[in-house]
């Protein structure tokens, strides 16, 4: 089962507008959230990612917010660009009390955002 | 420095064949991780290799399997193809195990006739 929920499948932006995606998780033994940013023909390219104890990480026009409590954690761009249509995917993984949970990512189904110029 | 090297880029095999893609990961990543994208069931872990020992497996057949170098390069076999192996395959490097910030090359775009 999808351990990590993403929503929306996909997004339309005017240039300039801020694009926002959401997700969701179940397990609370997460302990790191990145996202990743990726392009036709590309592999996934890490974009930010957010430890659970802190409720925000800025980095240029991209910040994460975390809400450990609701389980939930979002991506907004801001001053969205036409450069910034990809497709997003957010992400889960934990380091738990053995070896077989470390480094194992879990995706969410992604977003394909456009920016309209 | 140089990325995450994936070869071949492309390969198109017969049901029933096997193949081998190969990995290089970043000059001083020891850990090398592999995913499966396709367009139905989205990025899946396949399996992860740390100093040549599998770490850390997820929920596919045994037809998949792995290997990873001294040099840390890494290799993953499918044998016995299907139709449902048509993908593309993913590999990632991280100095460690469990360390943030996995890098993923290009991807091997396997497509199974």
């Known amino acids: 089962q999808q351990q990590v929920k993403q929503s929306p499948q996909s997004l339309i932006v005017q240039k300039g507008g801020i694009s926002i995606i959401n997700c969701a998780y179940e397990?609370?033994?997460?302990?790191?959230f990145p996202w990743y940013q990726q392009f036709p023909g590309k592999g996934p390219a890490l974009l930010i990612a957010?430890?659970?104890?802190?409720s925000e990480k800025k980095e240029g026009r991209f910040t994460i917010s975390f809400n450990k409590s609701a389980k939930q954690f979002s991506l907004h761009i801001m001053d969205s660009q036409p450069g910034d249509s990809a497709t997003y995917f957010c992400?889960?993984?934990?380091?738990?009390?053995?070896?077989?949970?470390?480094?194992?990512?879990?995706f969410g189904a992604g977003t394909q955002v456009v920016v309209t110029p | 420095k140089a990325g995450v090297t994936q070869t071949p880029r492309y390969l198109i095999k017969t049901r029933g064949q096997q193949v081998t893609l190969s990995c290089s990961p970043i000059?001083?990543?020891?850990?090398v991780s592999w995913y499966q994208q396709t367009p139905g069931q989205g990025l899946q872990f396949l399996f992860e290799?740390?100093?040549?020992?599998?770490?850390n497996k997820g929920n596919f057949p045994g037809r998949f399997s792995g290997r990873q170098f001294s040099n840390s390069r890494s290799e993953m076999n499918v044998s016995t193809l299907e139709l449902g192996d048509s993908a593309l395959y993913l590999c990632?490097?991280?100095?460690?195990?469990?360390?943030?910030?996995?890098?993923f090359g290009s991807g091997t775009r396997l497509t199974v006739v």
């Open positions: 990632a490097s991280s100095l460690m195990v469990g360390s943030d910030g996995y890098t």
């Open positions: 397990n609370t033994a997460f302990d790191y």
């Open positions: 957010i430890r659970p104890d802190v």
């Open positions: 992400a889960a993984s934990m380091k738990g009390v053995t070896t077989d949970s470390w480094g194992k990512l879990q």
């Open positions: 000059s001083g990543h020891r850990s």
């Open positions: 290799y740390f100093s040549e020992t599998q770490r």
